[in-house]
C-alpha cells in the first residue's frame, strides 16, 4: 500500500512560516520527483513545487522566494519551507510523488490526502 502523509499545517499568523512535511511509505520516493501543491476553497488546485529525483528544485513562479521544497531520501521524506505567509496562502497542500513510464517501469502518480494551511489575516 502506497501513502503519502502530510503533516505540519494548522493555524499561523500573517507573515508566519511553517513547515510541511510528506511522509512516503510502500514506496522509495527516491526514484520520484516530489511536488507540493495546494487547492484554496473555490479554486484549482495548483502547483508549488516540484523537486526531481537527483534534488533540483523548480518553483510556480508566484512560490518564488517564499517557498522551499527539499527532500531527504533516506528519511523517504519531503519537506515544503513557506515562509511570509499571508492569507493568499490558505489552502490545503498536498504532497505528490511522480515517476514517468520507462523502459523498466510503468507511470506512477502518487498524492497525499493534504494538509491544511490557515494564515490569519
Known amino acids: 500500500q502506497v501513502q503519502l502523509v502530510e503533516s505540519g499545517g494548522g493555524l499561523v499568523q500573517f507573515g508566519g512560516s511553517l513547515r510541511l512535511s510528506c511522509a512516503a511509505s510502500?514506496?522509495?520516493?527516491?526514484?520520484?520527483?516530489m511536488g507540493w501543491y495546494r487547492q484554496a476553497p473555490g479554486k484549482q488546485r495548483e502547483l508549488v513545487a516540484t523537486?526531481?529525483?537527483?534534488?533540483?528544485?523548480n518553483y510556480a513562479e508566484a512560490m518564488k522566494g517564499r517557498f522551499t521544497i527539499s527532500r531527504d531520501n533516506d528519511k523517504n521524506m519531503a519537506y515544503l519551507h513557506a515562509n511570509s505567509l499571508n492569507p493568499e496562502d490558505t489552502a490545503v497542500y498536498y504532497c505528490?510523488?511522480?515517476?514517468?513510464?520507462?523502459?523498466?517501469?510503468?507511470?506512477?502518480?502518487?498524492w497525499g490526502q493534504g494538509t491544511s494551511v490557515t494564515v490569519s489575516s
Open positions: 505528490n510523488a511522480q515517476k514517468p513510464e520507462s523502459a523498466w517501469s510503468s507511470a506512477s502518480d502518487y
Open positions: 523537486i526531481t529525483s537527483d534534488g533540483r528544485p
Open positions: 510502500g514506496i522509495f520516493i527516491s526514484i520520484y520527483s
